[in-house]
């Protein structure tokens, strides 16, 4: 699906040029995975990370080493680039608005803020959802054990989230009642938190979603999750339970929620689907995302590719999906037989040898237990078969499905 509400101008940063040099800020496997599609297309790139050795430095044509604060490294990016994007949420927003004064930067450092605070990411969604129908939880500040004793019991069992800096399942308590809801907070050292009312989930989705300056903007197939331990586990798409009319709804709140927005980049926003086949909108993030990996092998344009093109302010790429696909997280635990201390690796070989596996590792130096260390994707003429295959890659490497 695609939209057109012009806005501003498209000023192209093409490739092959004095300023083709695109900068990031992360240094981590989506880095990375941007770094490979901006250099497919003819673009260098520059990555801001603190860390040595880092997956999207190994393969850069300049690793920055410096804080994602540090005036000194974002000069030097500034310097070095003709426009900056993120590759995760936590990166400091001031920087972004910074590096704004004197270059293109997508998405904003402002659209970034409100993917790095629930509260107001929540508060958001509820404006949107006047346009959307489609609201968030209903949930409550809380921010200490007064809150606790006024909150109502409608929110319970509900889940305690810290509003800043929680991923993969960390920063989150789930709680029965206020007794659980009192410890829990108590557990939280003062940060601040959202309780989130625990609703009758059937399965979640993700949508993705890209959106140009001038914009354009698209939206690619619904992806249907599965976590585990808080970790996405596989990623499916077509989605096997969405209907047409929920989908319909879902990408429709996306393309507005984008649009509100003002956001230019790619940008994935996950829902629930619950158990009377209504949506709850959970949360955004303002970057390509773990659920989309699956459009490397499974699109005609990749949620990487789509990145680069909005970043360099060229048209936004085709999104339609050519294969049916299922997308497996591959962590650590793999590489540890059992309960054994001392990794081996796993048998990329006898994976490899199934029908329309695609492996991509992260280049990470070191294997640890719930550490995402890659991923496979599984592609074929139809989704039982890639489910099939699924069944058989798990069996390989040691992975209850």
């Not at 409608?154 to 960390?170: A, C, F, H, Q, S």
């Not at 790619?266 to 699956?294: K, T, W």
């Not at 789509?306 to 793999?334: E, T, Y």
């Amino acid at each position: 699906m695609t939209i057109d509400t012009q806005t501003t101008p498209r000023h192209p940063l093409l490739p092959n040029t004095e300023q083709s040099c695109l900068g990031i800020l992360g240094g981590g496997q989506l880095g990375r995975m941007f770094a490979h599609a901006a250099q497919t297309m003819g673009y260098q790139v520059a990555v801001l990370e603190p860390e040595a050795g880092c997956p999207a430095g190994q393969v850069a044509e300049h690793h920055i080493q410096a804080a994602y604060d540090d005036p000194a490294g974002l000069a030097a990016l500034r310097k070095l680039t003709g426009a900056v994007t993120t590759e995760f949420e936590n990166v400091p927003a001031n920087s972004l608005t910074m590096l704004a004064q004197d270059g293109f930067v997508a998405p904003s450092g402002a659209c970034v803020s409100v993917a790095q605070d629930r509260l107001q990411e929540k508060d958001f969604f509820t404006r949107c959802a006047m346009h959307t129908g489609v609201f968030p939880a209903p949930h409550a500040r809380i921010e200490n054990q007064d809150d606790v004793a006024l909150i109502s019991e409608d929110l319970l069992p509900g889940i305690l989230k810290t509003v800043r800096m929680g991923y993969d399942g960390k920063g989150q308590v789930r709680v029965r009642n206020r007794d659980e809801l009192a410890q829990a907070v108590a557990g939280m050292n003062g940060q601040l938190c959202v309780l989130e009312k625990m609703l009758p989930l059937a399965y979640e989705v993700s949508v993705l979603v890209a959106r140009g300056v001038d914009g354009q903007a698209v939206v690619y197939p619904i992806a249907e999750n599965v976590h585990r331990d808080g970790i996405l586990f596989t990623t499916t798409v077509p989605s096997p339970n969405v209907t047409d009319g929920v989908a319909q709804i879902a990408q429709k709140a996306a393309l507005d929620i984008i649009a509100q927005l003002a956001y230019v980049g790619v940008l994935c926003i996950e829902f629930f689907v619950l158990q009377d086949g209504s949506l709850v909108v959970n949360e955004m993030a303002p970057r390509p995302h773990n659920s989309g990996h699956y459009t490397i092998n499974a699109c005609v344009t990749s949620q990487f590719e789509q990145q680069v093109r909005a970043l360099a302010q060229l048209p936004l790429g085709n999104v339609r999906q050519h294969s049916p696909a299922v997308m497996l997280n591959i962590l650590g635990d793999v590489w540890f037989e059992g309960d054994a201390v001392n990794p081996r690796e796993p048998a990329w070989d006898k994976l490899l040898a199934l029908p329309g596996t695609h492996l991509h590792l992260y280049g990470k130096s070191e294997a640890r237990r719930a550490r995402k260390m890659g991923h496979v994707t599984f592609v074929a003429p139809k989704l039982a078969d890639a489910q099939a295959t699924l069944a058989l890659a798990c069996d390989i490497l040691g992975i209850a499905n």
